[in-house]
């Protein structure tokens, strides 16, 4: 199997829930071709916090301008991406790589210049050495932070880990898709968790604001997985065990 899932920012800072992802993964790691491709909003936020800048969104995106964007590189990259590796590698996963989408230009964008250094529209997913290491059954770590062409140079910028999942299931074709959060699921105006989701349902969640904040793009995202992919299914939770909310054509 096709495995892809996003692990939010908030999951690796519970231990408790990292372990039970981790435990998910080591079931299935040698047979089936994992990529994981890790946020880490909070743990920048607390680093900026650290250096006094007041983070800022625009529409649940963070907006990044040149100090942030050293700051997001150095926590994702570096800081979760390499403490990620280490607790896979201690929990007996050792065919594991960390990466950006810098590396081999894995995800080339548009800059968004109302979010700073910040690439929305992806131009280029080059999936090449993805593939390889996927194919000799590694599993795959993946930082959003990618490129943008400026001119006639790239610049380094922070990409939406929800969008770098839809950018790159074009080329992965996973069978299974997984958001795992802090958050159940999606809910409804009475805090009902939604059990079944249909992509035709999303906008009016989104006009009605039944859902707000980061979860918007998040469904965004997912719109776009089923509208390039032959995804039947996508997962938002908070328990990699659980399916919280299934997401259906």
Same mark, same amino acid.
Request: aromatic share 8%.
């Given at each position: *199997? +096709?495995?892809?899932?996003? $692990?939010?920012?908030?999951?690796?800072? !519970?231990?408790?829930?990292?372990? /039970?992802?981790?435990?998910?993964?080591? +079931? %299935?790691?040698? =047979?089936?071709?994992?990529?994981?491709?890790?946020?880490?909003? #909070?743990?920048?936020?607390?680093? *900026?916090? +650290?250096?006094?800048?007041?983070? #800022?969104?625009?529409?649940?995106? %963070?907006?990044? !301008?040149?100090?942030?964007?050293?700051?997001?590189?150095?926590?994702?990259?570096?800081?979760?991406?390499?403490?990620?590796?280490?607790?896979?590698?201690?929990?007996?996963?050792?065919?594991?790589?960390?990466?950006?989408?810098?590396?081999?230009?894995?995800?080339? @964008?548009?800059?968004?210049?109302?979010?700073?250094?910040?690439?929305?529209?992806?131009?280029?997913?080059?999936?090449?050495? &993805?593939?390889?290491?996927?194919?000799?059954?590694?599993?795959?770590? $993946?930082?959003?932070?990618? &490129?943008? #062409?400026?001119?006639?140079?790239?610049?380094?910028?922070?990409?939406?880990?929800?969008?770098?999942?839809?950018?790159?299931?074009? =080329?992965?074709?996973?069978?299974?898709?997984?958001? $795992? /959060? !802090?958050?159940?699921?999606?809910?409804?105006?009475?805090?009902? &968790?939604?059990?079944?989701?249909?992509? +035709?349902?999303?906008?009016?969640?989104?006009?009605?604001?039944?859902?707000? /904040?980061?979860?918007?793009?998040?469904? %965004?995202?997912?719109? %776009?997985?089923? &509208?390039?992919?032959?995804? =039947?299914?996508?997962?938002?939770?908070?328990?990699?065990? #659980?399916?919280? @909310? =299934?997401?259906?054509?």
């Amino acid at each position: *199997m +096709k495995l892809l899932i996003k $692990l939010s920012g908030k999951v690796i800072d !519970d231990e408790k829930q990292l372990n /039970s992802f981790l435990g998910f993964i080591k +079931k %299935r790691y040698g =047979k089936d071709k994992i990529l994981i491709v890790h946020g880490g909003g #909070k743990q920048v936020s607390l680093w *900026m916090q +650290k250096f006094s800048i007041e983070p #800022k969104f625009v529409n649940g995106l %963070r907006y990044t !301008d040149e100090q942030t964007l050293e700051i997001v590189t150095g926590v994702l990259c570096g800081l979760i991406n390499k403490f990620l590796i280490q607790k896979f590698i201690n929990y007996g996963i050792t065919k594991v790589v960390g990466l950006s989408c810098v590396d081999n230009k894995i995800l080339v @964008t548009q800059l968004d210049k109302k979010l700073g250094f910040v690439g929305r529209e992806v131009e280029e997913v080059n999936f090449e050495l &993805l593939d390889l290491l996927l194919k000799k059954r590694y599993v795959v770590l $993946l930082s959003s932070v990618g &490129l943008a #062409k400026q001119k006639k140079n790239f610049v380094v910028v922070n990409i939406n880990a929800d969008d770098v999942i839809s950018a790159v299931a074009v =080329k992965f074709n996973p069978e299974k898709v997984i958001f $795992l /959060s !802090d958050v159940e699921g999606v809910f409804d105006n009475n805090n009902n &968790l939604i059990k079944s989701l249909k992509i +035709k349902d999303i906008d009016r969640l989104i006009t009605q604001k039944i859902v707000s /904040s980061g979860m918007v793009p998040k469904l %965004r995202s997912i719109e %776009r997985l089923f &509208l390039l992919c032959n995804i =039947k299914e996508v997962f938002i939770t908070n328990d990699i065990w #659980k399916e919280g @909310t =299934k997401i259906i054509k």
